[in-house]
């Protein structure tokens, strides 16, 4: 939760998450990981890692997050291994959603915004047409830090999984 707090304190702040931090914080739970299951928290760790730069890389691509997220999501699955960070991101996005739909409600935005949706969904879908992925991140769209999303999401997370 430390570790979070922080990314988030900095991400709202300062529209960054530290190299620093997520750096340190997935040698951290590498190095924590080990010391406690050896070969196995290593495993545990680069399996945790690995997925969540996986997922999250994918976000980045289309708009949807900034690489800071990335990083940290990976760095949180050093230290929390894949099911936390999987059910982290599951959260993070419905908690986004959420808020999105929130911001489209105040800004009077849903009809515009539901037709873009479908719009992209069908060219993706129906036509095969995977530029439109690329259309996305230059959309001008209603943007908010990742971090107000993962904030509770992680909150939500420990409470479950413990």
Known sequence: MIFVTIAFVTD???AVIPNILTISGAVVGIMLNVSISGMNGLTFSLIG???ALMAMFLLYLIGALGAGD???FTAIGAMMGFSFVFQLMLYSILCAALIGLVLLLMHKQMAETGLKLMKWLFSIIVLHDLNIVKGMKRDANIK???MYAVMPAVAMTWYYSI
């Open 12 to 14: 709202v702040r300062k």
């Open 49 to 51: 890692a690995g997925s």
């Open 70 to 72: 990335v990083k940290l």
């Open 144 to 146: 908010f830090p990742f």
